[in-house]
Every structure is written in structure tokens, then in C-alpha cells.
């Protein structure tokens, strides 16, 4: 009922930038929180950033003052800026969003998944 679709992933040298994006659509009341996840080769899937429907943003810390998460409430998009990427940075990020349908009911949804490659 929820559909999350995700771009901006790819190939990038150390040191460069990617900007992900995320657009949530369907059935969709309001949205809370959205975020985003990655899951490197042989981790567990851990979090990057969230952020409320007020603007509150969360980081984990290996990624505080590179990347920025935003959103655009209109548009039911996240975005995730990534600056100064690192080798292990490289990952599949996935967009995750929570919030209400319109019946009423609560959802919880996740992306597809784009692969983010952080290489010389």
C-alpha cells in the first residue's frame, strides 16, 4: 500500500559525494519518521540517519558531519546527502519510512535498496 522508490546510489572515488533519494507513495495519511539503513557486505543492517516530521534528525556516529538527511513533506521524499565518502561507506542503503495510512492504519515500509560503492 506503501511503495518507497530510491535512486542516487552508484560508484563513487573517496572523498566524493552521492545524494540519495527516497519518494514514498500510495495509500499514505501523513508520514513520521523517515530514514535511512545500509548494510555493508557481511554486517548487519545498521542506521545511517532519521529524521521526524518536525525536522529532528538523528545520526549514527560514523557519518555525523558528512552526511545530511532531509526531507520534503510536500513531496514524501527523503533525501540523504553524503559528502566526503569513505571506502566503508560502501553498502546497500535503504530508505524506511513509518507513519499512517488512510485508513487509519500505521505502516511501516521499506525501499528496494541502492547500492552505494565507495572505491578507487
Known amino acids: 500500500q506503501v511503495q518507497l522508490v530510491e535512486s542516487g546510489g552508484g560508484l563513487v572515488q573517496p572523498g566524493g559525494s552521492l545524494r540519495l533519494s527516497c519518494a514514498a507513495s500510495?495509500?499514505?495519511?501523513?508520514?513520521?519518521?523517515m530514514g535511512w539503513y545500509r548494510r555493508a557486505p557481511g554486517k548487519e543492517r545498521e542506521l545511517v540517519a532519521d529524521i521526524t516530521s518536525g525536522g529532528s534528525t538523528n545520526y549514527a556516529d560514523s557519518v555525523k558531519g558528512r552526511f545530511t538527511i532531509s526531507r520534503d513533506n510536500a513531496k514524501n521524499t527523503v533525501y540523504l546527502q553524503m559528502n566526503s565518502l569513505r571506502p566503508e561507506d560502501t553498502a546497500v542503503y535503504y530508505c524506511?519510512?513509518?507513519?499512517?495510512?488512510?485508513?487509519?492504519?500505521?505502516?511501516?515500509?521499506w525501499g528496494q535498496g541502492t547500492q552505494v560503492i565507495v572505491s578507487s
Open positions: 524506511n519510512t513509518e507513519g499512517v495510512l488512510t485508513t487509519y492504519q500505521k505502516f511501516n515500509s
Open positions: 500510495g495509500s499514505i495519511f501523513t508520514i513520521n519518521a
